[in-house]
Nanobody, 124 residues
């Protein structure tokens, strides 16, 4: 079992930046691909970004490409999402997820473990 806890969400004005963190605990000795998803009220949870265990491969949703950067520190078991040039459309609850695999994972069904989420609100 892996437990994931997100932090770093909050209220920010459009054009601003936030950095989300996701701390993993439990069975962190295995290799996990990690990802970020988000869910706005009344909408489906959608893929935002993902990264392989080694960090050599990253994937982004088209809507965040060039504005968000995913990274990880395996020594500390922390996943990050640096968000810049935020837009009101980025407002959502952001979830991190872990998949016990080496390759990149970009769909919800590929992830076994989920955090509880952290709210990001972007005001116009």
């Amino acid at each position: 079992q892996v437990q994931l806890v997100e932090s770093g969400g909050g209220l920010v004005q459009a054009g601003g930046s936030l950095r989300l963190s996701c701390t993993a605990s439990g069975r962190t000795d295995s290799r996990y691909a990690m990802g970020w998803f988000r869910q706005a009220p009344g909408k489906e949870r959608e893929f935002v970004s993902s990264i392989t265990w080694t960090g050599d491969t990253r994937s982004y949703a088209y809507s965040v490409e060039g504005r968000f950067t995913i990274s990880r520190d395996n020594a500390k078991n922390i996943l990050y999402l640096q968000m810049s040039s935020l837009e009101p459309e980025d407002t959502a609850n952001y979830y991190c997820a872990a998949a016990r695999r080496n390759s990149i994972a970009t769909t919800r069904g590929e992830y076994e473990y989920w955090g509880q989420g952290t709210q990001v609100t972007v005001s116009s």
